[in-house]
Structures are given as C-alpha cells and as structure tokens.
C-alpha cells in the first residue's frame, strides 16, 4: 500500500529517484496541478536508461517530465479535435442519405426493414434506436424538436448520438447506400488512374473510420500519444493504399510501408476523411507548428520531438504531399 506524500513529500522522492530539479516553486505548482502520477508514472520510460532497479539518465529533469506531459497533452488535443470533424461529417452524409432515401419521419426511417438484415448488425441496428430513444431525453435539441414536432428527422436525431452509435447507423445500411458513404468520404483520393472494387473501398474506409475512433477512444481515457501502437487488426492495408495510388505518401523501409498503426497513419486517416481543405491545411498547420517550436533542441536528454512521437524527418513533408494531390 502506497502512503500517502504532501507535494514537498512528492518532490522530494523524485528528487530521491534522480530527477534535477531547477526550480523548487515552479514543481510544486506542477505537482498541484497535474498529479503526482500523471507526470512521473506516465512519462517515466522515456527518461529510464534502465528499467530494473530503476535509473534515470543523466541530466534528466523535472522540466522535461512537465514538458513531455505538456507535448502529449498538446498532440492529443489537436488530433481530438479533427477527429470531431470526421465524426460531423459522417453524421452529415448518414443523416442525408437516410432521409432522401427513407424519410424524415422516425417511426419510417427506423424500420428495420431499411436496413441490412444479417445477424452480425442486429445489435447495432438496435444500439442505434436506443441512442436516439435516449437523446430525446438528454439531448437539448433532441429534446426541442420532441416537445415541438414530436418527431426527430434524422439529421435532428444524429447529432444527439455518440460517435460510436453514428458509426453502427452506417454500418447496417444496405450496400448501396453505404457506398453512397464511402464515396462521399474517398472521391477526391481516388483519381488519376486509382481504382478500389466496391469490397475494398468498405474495407478501406474501415479501416480509416476505425483509427480515427480508436484514437478518439484512448485519447479521451488518457492514453498517450507518444509511441501510440492503436490494435493491429488489418493485415491488407498495404494493398488498398497502393490500389488508391497514396502508399507514397507513408514512410516505408526499403519499399515496404511502415506500421500503420501509428500516430503518423491516425493522422493520414484524418486527413484521408476530411475533404474541407480549410480544415485539412489547418490540421497539418497546428501539427507542424508544435514540431517546429520544439525541433532545435534535444529537449529530452538525448530525443527531440520526432523521436518522441516516432516521426521520422520527412513526415511533415509526406503530410503536405498528401495535401497537395487530394486536394490538387
């Protein structure tokens, strides 16, 4: 059982375990501020030169912890942001291709018999009547349009849903309607001779979807950003970037894209389904500018910022290239 420490009693151990510290005031507000836990236990490993019995390398300081935890904090916030974006796209296109499909009345556009019948949607086609049963009580607007109209269209309807339910919605559409989807999301990558069959584009777009909801998920829960690895799940990707004529636009070793399970590809699926170009160049534009205020130094002993988030050098680059022929 741990006991418990004051913060003078915190600093105190950190400065115990070998970390300098410069300025006794500035920690503690530190330490008030963001825990103990936070800083130490969450951003230890990226200063150990061993792990058992524990060592810190040399010259390692308080400031660096704080500074690790502040780069992460910074990363995750802007990724969650655009992440935002993906979702309001998505609840956009879905809520429109119901409606003109189905009708913008409830009890019509929720008939199941609209949507795709296979025993491995079911649950999702009812996890989606129960997030909209539930949005009518704790969704504002939701809650307006019930008291005014007595119906939610869809487009109402959406919006009072989380990303994962608006996600389900797509998934048990039928397939046609589904493409309508992923066309909408991937038409201005698939040009200049690309090509993905109808069972490749679905693929692919889960893919893309699927990352970006995977890291909104662990980026809400305080997971790091730094040395992100999201769950391997597809094996195939390769093959569907080089079929969209994009596989340049990834680092690869000697021909052969990297992981794509990284930070690098969570950004690249952002960028993939966002078709606001205003957006997408501001993406880009916030990331570049928190590399460029931290690449002159080695602001962790012996790691700059592109080790930290495992970018390599041409990364920013790759990302404006990508820009450039989507949006070309």
């Not at 501020?33 to 230890?44: D, E, Q, R, V």
């Not at 490993?45 to 040399?58: G, H, I, Q, R």
């Not at 129960?130 to 309807?157: D, G, H, Q, R």
């Not at 570049?288 to 962790?300: A, G, H, P, Q, V």
């Amino acid at each position: 059982m741990h006991p418990y420490l004051n913060f003078e009693d915190q600093l105190n151990q950190l400065k115990n375990r070998g970390i300098i510290v410069n300025d006794k005031a500035f920690a503690l507000n530190a330490l008030q501020n963001i825990s103990y836990y936070s800083l130490y236990n969450g951003y230890k490993d990226l200063f150990l030169a061993s792990k058992s019995p524990e060592k810190f390398k040399n010259g390692t300081t308080f400031e660096m912890l704080y500074t690790a935890h502040w780069l992460d904090l910074s990363m995750s916030n802007i990724l969650f942001k655009y992440s935002l974006v993906v979702e309001k796209q998505l609840k956009t296109i879905v809520s429109h291709i119901v409606a003109r499909n189905f009708s913008v009345d409830e009890n019509r556009y929720l008939n199941s018999k609209n949507y795709s019948t296979t025993k491995a949607q079911s649950g999702k086609f009812s996890d989606v009547q129960k997030a909209i049963n539930k949005a009518k009580f704790k969704n504002s607007v939701c809650k307006y349009y019930m008291e005014t109209e007595n119906n939610l269209p869809p487009w109402i309807a959406i919006q009072g849903i989380s990303f994962g339910s608006a996600i389900n919605w797509y998934s048990i559409l039928k397939e046609p309607h589904k493409l309508e989807v992923i066309n909408s999301f991937l038409n201005l990558i698939l040009k200049d001779g690309a090509f993905l069959k109808s069972e490749d584009k679905q693929h692919f777009f889960k893919i893309c979807l699927g990352q970006v909801y995977e890291f909104r998920n662990l980026s809400a829960h305080g997971n790091r950003t730094f040395k992100l690895q999201l769950p391997e799940k597809q094996k195939q990707v390769s093959r569907y970037l080089s079929a969209a004529k994009i596989d340049v636009y990834y680092p690869n070793n000697n021909g052969v894209i990297s992981s794509r399970d990284t930070l690098f590809s969570v950004i690249m699926s952002m960028l993939i389904l966002i078709n606001d170009d205003y957006v997408a160049n501001s993406l880009i534009s916030e990331i570049k500018n928190l590399f460029e205020t931290y690449s002159d130094s080695l602001i962790f002993v012996d790691s700059n910022i592109y080790d930290l988030f495992e970018f390599r050098k041409d990364s920013l680059d790759l990302l404006i290239s990508f820009f450039d022929y989507k949006f070309s």
